[in-house]
């Protein structure tokens, strides 16, 4: 075949000359922008009015954004169709040192058509600060959950093109600074006010270990500070009054 000729001068060749049939164009935008527009204004209208703050998400001092928790994960899950299922693709298990270390894969499928819509990784061990003075024998299956729990966020925020509205990891922000004057243990009254307050908001312990766990680093209410106990029940009874009130519009809604 005859190679294209193309014309040279001082030895450079004319733009003119080449042909660009060849060369791929940028593709084109799938979704118009009236509907990217309106997908993201329904999924802040579901956050709104639908996701619960201290329960799906919570809020820290200093960050523009909230960040997402587990219940608040798993309810976008079943509002856009999700199942979910999960890969432990590498594994440490030290008995003899105490070290153990997870890397979980999720994987989210639409249940509507089968299509893999989106994968998450999240990785936890035995060694990050939230569990020092604790024995690793004992946080086997606990750092396998905060794995997948991790993972599972990652890959919501990825299929739900949520990142926008929440952070990823409670566990990556700074912890804060000790409060002057505030280092006593919490008293034995404030630790039962905490008690009755999440038992009487419905709240799985697993959820309040995650509210202290992002607030104040700690994975029990007995190491909370007074001032951290103090604080943690006014955010929980701040939590009962947005419940009652989300109660009492229900129960007009239904009357009507």
């Not at 039962?192 to 309040?208: D, G, H, K, S, Y």
């Amino acid at each position: 075949m005859k190679p294209k000729s193309h014309s040279f001068v001082n030895n450079v060749v004319s733009f003119a000359s080449i042909e660009y049939s060849s060369i791929s164009s940028l593709p084109n935008v799938v979704v118009p922008t009236s509907e990217s527009k309106r997908r993201i204004e329904e999924l802040e209208k579901f956050v709104e009015e639908v996701m619960v703050k201290g329960i799906d998400y919570g809020l820290i001092d200093g960050f523009s954004k909230p960040t997402l928790l587990k219940p608040g994960a798993e309810k976008l899950c079943d509002v856009f169709g999700f199942s979910k299922s999960v890969d432990v693709v590498n594994r440490i298990e030290q008995w003899d040192t105490g070290i153990f270390a997870y890397e979980v894969k999720m994987t989210l499928t639409r249940k509507d058509n089968g299509v893999i819509e989106a994968e998450g990784i999240g990785a936890c061990n035995s060694k990050e600060a939230a569990f020092n003075h604790q024995n690793p024998f004992t946080l086997v299956n606990t750092v396998l959950k905060m794995a997948k729990k991790r993972a599972l966020i990652d890959a919501v925020l990825s299929a739900t093109r949520a990142s926008g509205l929440f952070t990823q990891d409670i566990e990556d922000f700074p912890k804060q600074l000790p409060i002057k004057g505030g280092d006593a243990v919490a008293t034995k009254h404030q630790l039962q006010t905490i008690f009755r307050i999440v038992a009487e908001l419905n709240m799985r312990p697993e959820v309040a270990k995650e509210m202290m766990q992002m607030m104040y680093q700690v994975d029990h209410s007995t190491k909370l500070t007074k001032k951290q106990a103090s604080n943690f029940i006014q955010d929980l009874l701040q939590l009962k009054d947005v419940s009652k009130e989300m109660k009492e519009l229900e129960k007009q809604q239904y009357n009507q």
